[in-house]
């Protein structure tokens, strides 16, 4: 029952589990438990641990033990609890809950491979992070949070805490975190392990530097991503998409990147252009290229008999099969015979190293030849109703247990397909992501939206814990996704808004499906205009006006895309990130810093022309629309006028000029 010092870590075996605690990374732990053995090749986020020699490592006599490593002090008792103390001040971060206060003890190994973890909570903890979830909240205590991807839905199990820790929990499996008033409580469905790495920090910077050297630094941000994107619903051809990429040019407007979407495909899993729409796509990127655009295409993960893919991916076992027997398949339209058809349709498993090699393969023929290396990465989840997802079986295992992979493994295939061609830095857009996205260019999004005000402030704080959980590079569809009438005052309104807050994303893309749209799909699907000219003229001054303070901006988010790739800050990121020694700034979750200098204060109530804005303390805020120097610490009534939402610059930070 008591502990053992082994390769530099903690040891403890009863008959009920094998318990290991070892350094993994500057100030940060890694706890794993089983009923077994610990199996060192089950997937997780931690592939490497990078090197850490603990501080102090001692086993006393009365069965209790402690190990130090940097910041973080781990006290074992001799019951097995484990309790997370800060070094310097000794004060606790987090505790495993007692296992005589709780019925069930603090870890649950139970029979079929269900477990669970449970740790004390504490009143007045914040709690931030856990991917993007559209609940509205930015503070997540008082939440249960299922760890299951699905649209608008990215299952991160990283949480940071106001206390000064992170945690992971390092399992992919599918199943919930529970943030409640007496107790917090992570289950996994399956696996049979307990996994999860924590870190201490004295400020969250410190906490996601620790995560992100853990998990992965992100790539930088390419030149070309940090400019203007333009998509819409369907571009159904090479004459359209170049029509309007001449246009942005003809007007004067900036346009880094153009989206070429779904249904380009002769058939779902071709991952080729349909030639009798899209007949020389060399030539298309090479026009591009020239007006100083990219081509970003569509990629969905889903295969169709008769597809140029099919028969070999099935061959070598590279689709996804049902654990009811065979492939797993689900009904999705396709192109097959002129009209969209819903056929069956299996999936390709990211999770196998051959079919990641064997899309990339078909992504490097038929698209990176042409002078395509932008890829979006849609439906990923992957997309499907929950019934179907959990018969899943993947090379990683049953659903289950590997489920949460699935994003994880298909950024990788390209990102590591791009690096073998030459590009370091690989970005792709992406709907759904898991813990390490970030080291393989992730751009993630938050799917298909409402188009409504309520929509537009849910995303605030989605992307503010989409940052605290390590992805640095998210973006929303501006204007929402499902709907939209251009030719409506009160959409126009709503559009200008999303717009602005756009302009101060990490990425700036433009997309939906507007009407008047097509009630189902078929070869002309397609929707309303989504380009800038498309609100009249009002909006069109407004959003003309943004896309050049957006060029001007990016500059600024190519230092920003530095500091992320060097330590992991985000470049969007909550006001206490950068003021933790501020108690406001840890009460407002509807502004956001855009790095360390530029406060933005979104407006998201129609009719608005004015709202609360809070200033940091520690230091003063010019208002570039007024020039005026504003003391930190305060609060005021800003004035939001349609064509401007507020914006502040750090005094002396020299950001002034790029907003004026």
């Not at 914006?647 to 907003?659: D, I, N, Q, T």
């Amino acid at each position: 029952m008591s502990y053992s010092i082994r390769a530099g870590g903690l040891e403890r075996h009863t008959a009920a589990e094998m318990l290991r605690i070892e350094p993994w990374g500057p100030h940060a732990v890694r706890v794993r438990a089983t009923a077994g053995t610990l199996d060192s090749a089950a997937p997780g986020a931690l592939e490497t641990p990078a090197p850490a020699t603990p501080d102090a490592l001692s086993a006393s006599d009365d069965g209790s033990a402690r190990l130090v490593n940097g910041r973080l002090a781990v006290e074992a008792s001799a019951d097995g609890r484990l309790t997370f103390r800060h070094v310097d001040s000794g004060r606790v971060l987090l505790a495993e809950r007692d296992p005589r206060s709780h019925h069930t003890g603090s870890r649950v190994l139970a029979a079929g491979g269900r477990t669970q973890q449970s740790f004390d909570a504490y009143d007045g903890e914040r709690l931030h992070g856990l991917g993007q979830h559209l609940h509205g909240r930015l503070d997540q205590k008082g939440c249960v949070i299922d760890l299951v991807q699905s649209n608008t839905v990215a299952a991160v199990p990283f949480l940071h805490s106001s206390r000064g820790y992170g945690l992971l929990w390092n399992n992919p499996a599918t199943g919930r975190v529970e943030l409640g008033a007496d107790a917090t409580r992570w289950t996994a469905d399956a696996g049979g392990r307990i996994d999860y790495w924590i870190t201490a920090g004295d400020t969250p910077a410190q906490i996601l530097d620790a995560y992100t050297q853990a998990t992965g630094r992100p790539p930088l941000l390419p030149e070309w991503a940090s400019g203007f994107w333009q998509s819409k619903l369907r571009y159904r051809t090479q004459y359209e998409l170049l029509s309007v990429a001449r246009q942005y040019k003809e007007r004067g407007l900036p346009l880094s990147v153009i989206v070429c979407d779904f249904f380009h495909w002769p058939r779902m899993g071709d991952w080729r252009f349909e030639p009798a729409e899209w007949p020389d796509p060399t030539a298309m990127t090479q026009e591009l290229g020239r007006l100083g655009v990219k081509l970003a295409v569509s990629v969905w993960p889903t295969v169709e008999p008769d597809s140029d893919t099919y028969d070999e991916l099935r061959a070598a076992g590279h689709l996804v099969r049902d654990a009811d027997g065979g492939l797993l398949t689900f009904p999705w339209p396709s192109r097959h015979g002129g009209d969209a058809l819903t056929r069956p349709m299996a999936y390709y498993d990211a999770t196998h190293p051959g079919a990641r090699a064997a899309l990339w393969q078909r992504l490097n023929d038929n698209y990176l030849s042409l002078g395509v290396s932008c890829f979006w990465l849609d439906a990923c989840e992957p997309d499907m109703p929950p019934e179907f997802a959990e018969r899943a079986v993947y090379a990683a295992g049953p659903a289950a247990q590997a489920a949460n992979l699935y994003p994880l493994q298909h950024a990788r295939a390209v990102a590591d397909g791009l690096r073998a061609a030459g590009e370091d830095r690989p970005l792709s857009l992406i709907r759904s992501a898991w813990a390490g996205s970030q080291r393989y260019g992730a751009l993630l999004w938050s799917g298909d939206i409402p188009t409504t005000f309520d929509s537009l402030a849910r995303q605030i704080r989605a992307g503010l814990n989409v940052a605290m959980s390590g992805i640095p590079w998210w973006n929303t569809d501006i204007g929402g996704f499902a709907g939209g009438d251009p030719d409506d005052p009160a959409y126009r309104e709503l559009l200008i808004r999303w717009f602005q807050y756009g302009t101060f994303g990490p990425v700036m893309r433009l997309h939906g499906d507007r009407e008047p749209n097509h009630p189902t799909f078929s070869t002309d699907m397609t929707a309303g205009p989504n380009e800038v000219w498309s609100y009249g003229q009002e909006a069109y001054d407004i959003l003309r006006q943004h896309l050049l303070l957006r060029e001007r901006l990016r500059p600024y988010l190519h230092r920003l895309s530095e500091d992320a790739h060097r330590t992991g800050a985000p470049p969007m990121r909550p006001l206490f990130f950068d003021f933790p020694e501020d108690p406001g700034a840890w009460d407002v979750d509807d502004q956001f810093l855009l790095g360390p200098d530029v406060l933005v204060a979104p407006v998201y109530e129609a009719g608005a022309r004015a709202r609360r804005v809070y200033l940091p303390s520690g230091t003063g805020w010019l208002d570039p629309a007024t020039k005026a120097v504003l003391k930190g610490g305060t609060t005021l009534d800003a004035q939001a006028p349609l064509e401007r939402i507020p914006v502040f610059v750090r005094e002396g930070s020299g950001m002034a000029e790029h907003l004026a």
